[in-house]
């Protein structure tokens, strides 16, 4: 069975533009969430989509958005790129809330 | 606010000795408690696990876990390391009420020699 996959797996952009990532769950989960792991830290959590809703969502700027499609595949996007946003970008996806959740490979977004 | 601490940074440990990292969490209500482990150049993956029930909980590889509420407290451990436990780990808390939510610590980093 496939895990969690992300897409891509590394990026580079500068400053002011845009970015998005994509993520698809496990076959069967409909839950969704989207951490942040910038290096020498533990993952910040940004947003969580249960049936294509939002369901949580931490404390990042409104330059952050996501949303679930009907495939419960998910895309995190992020404008006006700050340097400050060079991470480790982790998905992961359970089955409902407050159960396990499984962690995807991540996509390593750099900011020049 | 809600927040998860891990004391040990990073640890160095021989073969065959044994481990305990400490994680404690600053949340009054009923939490679910997770540790995750990150392998080099691996994703994360769950360890073990605590919902309700018996508050020693037995992970994969021969770790085990031991939540002591009154202390707000949540400690990993093995009785007996082996080189291939050098990785990273997260002590991990979610408060049952809201979402998937996890808050995670700084991480431990572990490394074991021969």
């Known amino acids: 069975d496939a895990g969690v996959t992300q897409s891509p797996t590394h990026l580079i952009k500068t400053r002011g533009q845009h970015v998005t990532l994509r993520c698809s769950p496990i076959s069967g989960h409909k839950s969704v969430s989207w951490y942040q792991q910038v290096l020498g830290q533990g993952p910040q959590f940004i947003f969580q989509?249960?049936?294509?809703?939002?369901?949580g969502r931490g404390n990042f700027p409104d330059r952050f958005s996501a949303r679930q499609f009907p495939n419960y595949s998910s895309e995190l996007n992020v404008n006006a790129l700050l340097l400050g946003d060079s991470a480790l970008y982790l998905c992961?996806?359970?089955?409902?809330?407050?159960?396990?959740?499984?962690f995807g490979p991540g996509t390593r977004l750099t900011v020049l | 606010a809600q927040s998860v601490s891990q004391h040990n940074h990073h640890v160095i440990l021989s073969e065959a000795a044994s481990l305990e990292l400490g994680c404690n969490y600053s949340?009054?209500?009923?939490?679910?408690l997770f540790w995750y482990v990150q392998y080099p150049g691996q994703h994360l993956q769950l360890l073990l696990k605590?919902?309700?029930?018996?508050?020693l909980v037995k992970g994969i590889k021969g770790f085990e876990a031991e939540f002591i509420k009154s202390k707000f407290s949540f400690n990993l451990r093995k009785p007996s390391v082996q080189w291939s436990d050098t990785a990273e780990y997260f002590c991990a808390v979610n408060p049952s009420y809201n979402t998937d939510k996890l808050i995670f610590g700084t991480g431990t980093r572990l490394q074991v020699f021969p």
């Open positions: 989509y249960y049936e294509k809703e939002e369901r």
């Open positions: 949340y009054g209500g009923t939490v679910n």
């Open positions: 992961a996806s359970s089955t409902d809330r407050a159960t396990e959740q499984f």
């Open positions: 605590y919902f309700s029930g018996d508050p």
